[in-house]
């Protein structure tokens, strides 16, 4: 019996840090993304700057938030397929 308890703390062990693994990931493209925005919405004070600069830096601001949300999806999903063992299925072939 305590080959099997090993296994499933290894197993746990393993689901924990995986899930760990993603979400810090996601973390860091977020936080990275957020400092884009504030750079490109920092630029769009500058003095004396042409309209047409303004609206840039602004959409550019605004499109660094754009892939924040297919990352939040696309985690929910790297948590379901580590929950649902796909990644140790995976690593049998």
Do not use: H
């Amino acid at each position: 019996m305590k080959g099997g308890t090993a296994v499933t703390v290894s197993m746990n062990f393993q689901k924990r840090r995986l899930r760990r693994q993603a979400l810090l990931s996601v973390t860091l493209f977020v936080l990275f993304q957020a400092a884009c925005a504030a750079v490109f919405g920092a630029l769009c004070f500058i003095p004396n700057l042409p309209r047409w600069a303004i609206w840039l830096f602004a959409a550019l601001a605004g499109g660094c938030g754009l892939p924040v949300i297919p990352a939040l999806v696309v985690l929910k999903e790297r948590f379901q397929e580590i929950e649902g063992g796909e990644s140790d299925a995976a690593a049998d072939y």
